[in-house]
């Protein structure tokens, strides 16, 4: 318990630190909402238009750290403020939209990825010299070292253009409509599959070899010569013993990777448009929408940080090591 409460303070002054930052970095750029709002709306907005806008991008003459207190309550309260190129919509119901697509994409292809390079890359190691661990590493590092967005380019083109098996963008057919029914679902499922394909083969080399290295260090300890001496059986020896301490690393990695996905996998999404959080952070960038940037970079950042400390507590249950001596 006392390991999970240092490492939970850790995490709440790291998400400290980062809600801080949003909140000073717009302040010290030039320009703001309101300005950029006012010039799309009218060369010569009046004064009424600017101080309504004013209102609501919660743009006060208020002191600094009155400001910074309001800006934590209304983030704790899920008022990220309003997008400038989707107005009048919330910044958080922007986000909220993106991040279902982004999660149902990188997610799952993250999730699929790391489970498929951990599990080849324990067997490769467990049959060393096998076909298995000769051909397997070689060819996956290879796919590695392609970019992602030059992959799903390349499958855009085969799959999608020459070939017409894939459709060609966005997440669903625009003469849907979004419900909970199978015709739609296996509509996402088939705009999906070639953009979660892409970014698994772009990544699958890379925990392959993180657990095959991992592992072989592993099988040469003293704790799996004695579990080999007390007759335990090899699938046993493989899994309880040998894969549960070698995962250890790519379990740490996997925390980093949930960055990559609520980035959205970015030049992935673009090259399909996809709508997810990828997409709509470049048509922020694009639009010059502060407010969605910003709350964009926090959910990010919360996300990460609330990644690696589940990663942490998963790290504690596995390996007693770092667990503190009572």
């Known amino acids: 318990m006392r390991a999970v409460l240092s490492r939970?303070?850790?995490?709440?002054?790291?998400?400290?630190?980062?809600?801080?930052?949003?909140f000073l970095i717009p302040r010290l750029m030039p320009g703001d909402p309101t300005t950029i709002m006012a010039g799309r709306l009218s060369a010569s907005a009046s004064p009424?238009?600017?101080?309504?806008?004013?209102?609501?991008?919660?743009?006060?003459?208020?002191?600094?750290?009155?400001?910074?207190?309001?800006?934590?309550?209304?983030?704790?309260?899920?008022?990220?403020?309003?997008?400038?190129?989707?107005?009048?919509?919330?910044?958080?119901?922007v986000i909220a939209t993106g991040l279902v697509w982004t999660l149902g994409l990188?997610?799952?292809?993250?999730?699929?990825?790391f489970a498929i390079g951990t599990t080849l890359g324990a067997l490769a190691a467990w049959r060393r010299s096998g076909w298995l661990d000769a051909v397997l590493p070689p060819v996956l590092a290879l796919s590695g070292a392609f970019p992602y967005f030059w992959l799903a380019m390349l499958g855009l083109h085969?799959?999608?253009?020459?070939?017409?098996?894939?459709?060609?963008?966005?997440?669903?057919?625009?003469?849907?409509e979004p419900t909970w029914s199978l015709?739609?679902?296996?509509?996402?499922?088939?705009?999906?599959?070639l953009p979660a394909l892409t970014i698994i083969i772009a990544t699958v080399g890379g925990w392959l070899l993180g657990m095959r290295n991992a592992m072989l260090g592993v099988l040469g300890t003293e704790q799996i010569t004695l579990a080999r001496a007390k007759g335990l059986s090899s699938r046993r020896i493989l899994w309880a013993?040998?894969?549960?301490?070698?995962?250890?690393?790519?379990?740490?990695?996997?925390?980093?990777?949930?960055?990559?996905?609520?980035?959205?996998?970015?030049?992935?999404?673009?090259?399909f448009s996809y709508p997810g959080t990828g997409y709509l952070l470049i048509q922020a960038v694009r639009t010059q929408d502060y407010p969605l940037m910003q709350g964009l970079f926090l959910t990010i950042t919360l996300a990460v940080l609330a990644a690696n400390f589940l990663v942490d507590l998963a790290t504690l249950a596995l390996d007693p090591r770092t667990r503190p001596h009572a």
């Open 8 to 22: 939970l303070g850790f995490y709440l002054i790291a998400a400290w630190a980062a809600l801080t930052l949003n």
């Open 48 to 93: 009424e238009a600017i101080a309504a806008l004013n209102e609501a991008f919660g743009k006060t003459d208020a002191p600094l750290h009155a400001q910074y207190l309001d800006y934590l309550g209304n983030v704790l309260t899920g008022d990220l403020g309003r997008s400038i190129s989707q107005y009048p919509a919330r910044v958080g119901d």
């Open 106 to 113: 990188g997610g799952v292809a993250l999730v699929l990825s």
């Open 158 to 176: 085969l799959f999608g253009f020459t070939l017409g098996w894939a459709p060609l963008r966005h997440a669903y057919c625009s003469h849907l």
């Open 183 to 193: 015709r739609f679902a296996l509509d996402v499922v088939q705009h999906a599959a």
């Open 241 to 271: 013993y040998a894969a549960r301490n070698a995962i250890l690393p790519n379990l740490t990695s996997f925390g980093m990777a949930v960055g990559f996905v609520l980035g959205g996998s970015l030049l992935t999404e673009i090259v």
